[in-house]
Nanobody, 123 residues
């Protein structure tokens, strides 16, 4: 079956960096978009970033633009999220997702979800 396995979360001080990875397996993901969402305690899950199959279309939430970078390696297939200049408000469980397109992912509609990885940013 399809599996999305996230890694790279942890505890970091404000201003620091983390790199999340999500390895996908279980089917062919050709043409699919991949992305990241997050959910903070007491909040709804929110869109963070998405990337198209080719990598030519990339979308970010306004709150992370200029600080986070999404990328993918279709040979593996794996999606990454480089997070720089982290803030305490970035603290959340981060989820990897796969959907029919990057645009659809921006609407929080995904076909597959990972289990999540905790990111905690201390002030």
């Amino acid at each position: 079956q399809v599996q999305l396995v996230e890694s790279g979360g942890g505890l970091v001080q404000a201003g620091g960096s983390l790199r999340l990875s999500c390895a996908a397996s279980g089917r062919t993901f050709s043409g699919y978009g991949m992305g990241w969402f997050r959910q903070a305690p007491g909040s709804e899950r929110e869109f963070v970033a998405a990337i198209s199959w080719s990598g030519s279309s990339i979308y970010y939430a306004d709150s992370v633009k200029g600080r986070f970078t999404i990328s993918r390696d279709n040979a593996k297939p794996t999606v990454y999220l480089q997070m720089n200049s982290l803030k305490p408000e970035d603290t959340a469980v981060y989820y990897c997702a796969v959907g029919k397109s990057a645009v659809i992912l921006t609407r929080s509609r995904a076909d597959y979800w990972g289990q999540g990885t905790q990111v905690t940013v201390s002030s």
